[in-house]
C-alpha cells in the first residue's frame, strides 16, 4: 500500500521560498558608504580633566621631604658619634658534647 504524504512538498518548497527571499534581499542591500565625520557624533572631544584643588595636608610636603633627607640615619646595633659602643649581646647557647655524643654533666 502507498502512502501519500501531502506536507512534504510543501515544506519543502517553503523553505527554498524563504531562502530565495532571504538571498534576494541580501543581494539587494547596499549599505551607505562611512563618511570622515561620522565618528564626530558618537565620540566626545577629549579635554583634559581640572587640576584637584589644593590640600591643605600637601602645604609642607616639599619642607617635610627637606628634613627627612636631613635626618640622621640611625642603624640598629651601631652607636651615636661620641657614644661607646654598647657590647653585642650573644643569645646562641652551645651545648658541650661528650666525644660519646652524649650531654656533658655540667651542660642543662
Not at 661620641?82 to 660519646?100: I, R, T
Amino acid at each position: 500500500m502507498q502512502r501519500r504524504c501531502f506536507g512534504t512538498p510543501n515544506s519543502r518548497l517553503r523553505g527554498d521560498l524563504v531562502q530565495d527571499l532571504y538571498l534576494k534581499e541580501l543581494r539587494a542591500y547596499k549599505p551607505t558608504p562611512i563618511k570622515p565625520s561620522d565618528s564626530e557624533s558618537h565620540v566626545q572631544k577629549f579635554s583634559a580633566p581640572k587640576a584637584p584643588p589644593h590640600s591643605p595636608d600637601e602645604g609642607d610636603i616639599a619642607q617635610d621631604l627637606k628634613a627627612y633627607e636631613d635626618q640622621q640615619v640611625e642603624l640598629e646595633g651601631q652607636a651615636s658619634p661620641g657614644e661607646a659602643a654598647a657590647p653585642e649581646e650573644s643569645w646562641f647557647e652551645e651545648e658541650d658534647w661528650d666525644e660519646d655524643g652524649e650531654k656533658a654533666a655540667g651542660s642543662h
